[in-house]
């Protein structure tokens, strides 16, 4: 038989399809990598209108307040003063299920929060889960297609299914980390009041001085941290499908706040090099003993939406959206998600999706961007371009606010594999779980092993050997039980 070669839509050959274009082994990504590029935008326009990810989930208005000014680590308008209050949209959600998938599945809960200050929208767009399976984002494609129902049954339980499912996991040791939040009871949860929330990726943080750190995002729900185990999970699926989406809206209409506290851990950009792991990789966590969490404010989300599919449905997030004092990170994913969430809106819901009322800063628009579907928000008179004379050389560019920061990035140019230790820190999860946590999570793993293909299955259990030896044989022992 001959050999299939991989292809780009062009058709032409593509040599590795598993590693992003970068600057040396922990640079940014390259605009150039158009490998990246077509296969991120076209998987981005694989659904039509439903989310391709978090396309069922609930939502609620509220505002933010700090707890004092973070004026030293960062010049971000909405962080500077206690006094200021900044109104915010959160969206809770689950990543893998469709629109009519039950709220208490085994899934990432998506966790975005829209702050509407005033020097434009900041959306810090993460999960409940503090990790993330893989660390490149030209894998993220084809870890969403593991994730969904297969391509010729559409059906999502079953040896099939499953299998799809740890073959993609089997083939990236990254994911050992995550999968152990997986499939903790952290997996399963039944109310979005309960879970926390992180930003997962690395940002930066930059005061007026120009000076830069690290910044790694935790959102700390006040009512504690609740989750539910599988067997309660299964039945809430049928009897309650919505039970997470209608208890967040029946709390908030009874007059109770749902509240989080905002919680950072920071680290010095110059001592990135010094730690035993990459702090840029979205696989790990930094841990709390090294990098303490600090307080910063207080989120209170008090408002149901209007209308669900006005204010929730047609919510859209992006990464993108920074504001002055806070920036991107060579973080991969983050990188890789600069471009792929706002994207997939255009094509969603429409180039002109910042207009409508829950996407819209609350700050004036002012640019020279014109036409496109749904427009209704326009500049006035004929000089539709930048520069100008003839309508006043308007609107101006926006003066920097405090020094500029200058940053100098030198690298080989390749498509390589980061260096890391995938098993330590699932281990160290592991080794400090409680007995009934072990169990939990032990009988998780088996329970979905257990209809899995044989070579993927003794894959999978390798690894899980790898990570800690008890743990593999603990699930080796119940899958022979089953």
Request: hydrophobic fraction near 40%.
């Amino acid at each position: 038989m001959d050999k299939r070669y991989l292809t780009t839509n062009q058709g032409a050959p593509v040599p590795d399809d598993q590693h992003s274009l970068t600057v040396g082994e922990r640079g940014p990504m390259l605009f150039e990598d158009i490998i990246f590029l077509e296969k991120i935008a076209h998987f981005d326009r694989e659904r039509i209108p439903e989310r391709v990810l978090h396309a069922k989930g609930a939502g609620a208005f509220g505002f933010f307040v700090p707890y004092k000014t973070m004026a030293a680590y960062t010049k971000a308008d909405f962080l500077q003063s206690p006094e200021k209050k900044t109104p915010v949209f959160v969206r809770f959600s689950l990543a893998g299920d469709s629109l009519g998938g039950a709220d208490t599945v085994r899934d990432i809960r998506g966790f975005a929060v829209k702050f509407y200050t005033d020097q434009g929208n900041y959306d810090l767009v993460g999960n409940h889960i503090p990790v993330f399976p893989i660390r490149d984002p030209l894998q993220f494609p084809d870890l969403v297609h593991a994730l969904k129902p297969d391509p010729v049954t559409n059906v999502r339980g079953g040896i099939i299914a499953a299998s799809r499912f740890w073959d993609f996991m089997s083939l990236r040791p990254e994911s050992m980390n995550f999968l152990t939040y997986l499939f903790s009871d952290t997996g399963t949860v039944k109310s979005y009041r309960t879970i926390q929330g992180f930003g997962v990726n690395t940002y930066k943080w930059v005061n007026l001085r120009g000076e830069e750190v690290y910044v790694k995002y935790h959102w700390e729900p006040c009512a504690g941290v609740a989750t539910i185990d599988s067997k309660t999970a299964a039945r809430l699926a049928g009897a309650d499908p919505d039970v997470a989406r209608r208890d967040l809206f029946d709390t908030i209409e009874a007059g109770h706040a749902v509240e989080f506290e905002l919680r950072v851990q920071l680290l010095k950009v110059e001592e990135e090099c010094n730690l035993p792991f990459d702090p840029l990789d979205p696989t790990h966590i930094w841990p709390e003993e090294m990098f303490p969490l600090m307080p910063v404010g207080r989120m209170v989300l008090n408002q149901n939406p209007g209308n669900f599919f006005v204010d929730v449905e047609q919510a859209a997030f992006a990464p993108a959206a920074l504001v002055p004092g806070i920036e991107f990170s060579n973080d991969r994913i983050l990188q890789g998600r600069i471009f792929a969430y706002g994207d997939t809106q255009r094509h969603r819901i429409g180039v002109n999706y910042l207009q409508l009322p829950t996407n819209m800063p609350r700050r004036p628009i002012d640019n020279k961007m014109q036409a496109g579907a749904m427009q209704r928000l326009y500049s006035e008179g004929v000089a539709n371009y930048l520069p100008n004379t003839i309508g006043g050389g308007t609107p101006v560019e926006t003066p920097e606010t405090g020094r500029e920061v200058c940053r100098f990035i030198s690298g080989t140019i390749a498509r390589k594999e980061p260096a890391g230790d995938d098993f330590y820190q699932a281990r160290c999860r592991y080794r400090n779980m409680s007995a009934i946590e072990k169990e939990h999570l032990v009988a998780n793993f088996a329970e979905a092993l257990s209809p899995v293909y044989e070579p993927i299955k003794r894959r999978m259990l390798d690894l899980f050997m790898r990570t800690d030896k008890e743990l593999g044989s603990r699930i080796a022992q119940n899958l022979q039980s089953m």
